[in-house]
Structures are given as structure tokens and as C-alpha cells.
């Protein structure tokens, strides 16, 4: 699944070898450069919203330029979708959590197994995305979609899936 997972954009004048080369070497600075960035959020404990604000600009950013070369299945732009829907989330921004859930979860479901516990948590993640939001439809299906991988991976009687079963019956 290589080729799939370093895609690169159709286009009708295709990048070159150089180019590419070149977009998976600052994906990789700025995979680093958010790493650190992240790192020192912990270490100075620094006020959550001007960094998360940073850390935002710099997936988003990153992406915007990226996405030149890349599509969207590329593990690089998987990153760093991964991370800004995690900054997105810490800000306790639902919204943008869920736009960026939304564009993960197709390509997590093609490049991990069916039964991938990345997929199911993802899936979980988005249910209750939806249910913040007050898309119960969407929710309940998206937690359902995690049940089944859990129940597998887990087994049936797991604790994970009892309390994701309980959270249903709550919404």
C-alpha cells in the first residue's frame, strides 16, 4: 500500500521527481517542527490558546502547501489532518475536529486493516463529534461502526465497548 499511502495529486502537468523529493522533505520539518512545538507547550506549560492557535496555523499551513503535490490519503497530509484535528479538539473546537475527522477517516479505513483499532478510534472520535453536534443519526452510526471493529479486536465483552454501548443508550 505504498504507493497509495505517498499519492500524489493528478495533475495535468505532474510534479516532478525533484519536487516531490523536496514536499516529503519539509513534511517531514514540519512533522518535527510541530513535534517540538508540541514538546514545549508541556515543558513551559505556555497559555493554551495563543499556542494551540500556532500549532493550528502550522497544520494548516503545512496542508495548504502540501496539498500542491499531495492528495488528501498521503500519510503526510494524514498527519497533519491527525494533528490539527487534535489541536482542534483540545480548544474544544467540534466543528473543526469534525471537518478534519471527516477527511481522515476514508483513507484510515483503505490503509489499516479491516479491524484496526486507529480506524475504530477514529470512528469513536467522529461519533461523538456528531452527538456534541447534535447529529444524533450520524453519531449513533459512527459509534456503531467503532463497536463492531472494537468487538473483534477487543472481544465482545470488553469493558471499551460497554461503556461506548452505555453512551448510546444515554444519547
Given at each position: 500500500q505504498d504507493k497509495e499511502k505517498l499519492e500524489i495529486r493528478k495533475l495535468n502537468d505532474?510534479?516532478?521527481?525533484?519536487?516531490?523529493?523536496?514536499?516529503?522533505?519539509?513534511?517531514?520539518?514540519?512533522?518535527?517542527?510541530?513535534?517540538?512545538?508540541?514538546?514545549?507547550?508541556?515543558?513551559?506549560?505556555?497559555?493554551?490558546t495563543p499556542l494551540a492557535c500556532e500549532l493550528l496555523e502550522i497544520c494548516e499551513?503545512?496542508?495548504?502547501?502540501?496539498?500542491?503535490?499531495?492528495?488528501?490519503?498521503?500519510?503526510?497530509?494524514?498527519?497533519?489532518?491527525?494533528?490539527?484535528?487534535?489541536?482542534?479538539?483540545?480548544?474544544?473546537?467540534?466543528?473543526?475536529?469534525l471537518r478534519y475527522g471527516q477527511k481522515i477517516i476514508r483513507p484510515y479505513s483503505k490503509h489499516y486493516p479491516s479491524y484496526s483499532l486507529n480506524v475504530a478510534s477514529m470512528w469513536l472520535k467522529l461519533g461523538r463529534l456528531y452527538v456534541a453536534l447534535e447529529n444524533r443519526t450520524a453519531g449513533v452510526k459512527a459509534l456503531k461502526r467503532a463497536i463492531a471493529i472494537m468487538e473483534v479486536a477487543h472481544g465482545k465483552d470488553h469493558p471499551y465497548i460497554s461503556e461506548i454501548k452505555k453512551e448510546l443508550e444515554d444519547h
Open positions: 505532474p510534479p516532478s521527481a525533484e519536487t516531490v523529493r523536496d514536499m516529503i522533505k519539509y513534511a517531514r520539518n514540519v512533522i518535527e517542527e510541530f513535534r517540538r512545538a508540541k514538546h514545549y507547550k508541556y515543558i513551559l506549560c505556555l497559555t493554551l499551513l503545512s496542508l495548504d502547501k502540501m496539498s500542491a503535490v499531495f492528495e488528501d490519503s498521503n500519510v503526510y497530509m494524514l498527519h497533519m489532518m491527525y494533528q490539527a484535528m487534535g489541536v482542534c479538539l483540545y480548544v474544544q473546537d467540534w466543528e473543526g475536529a
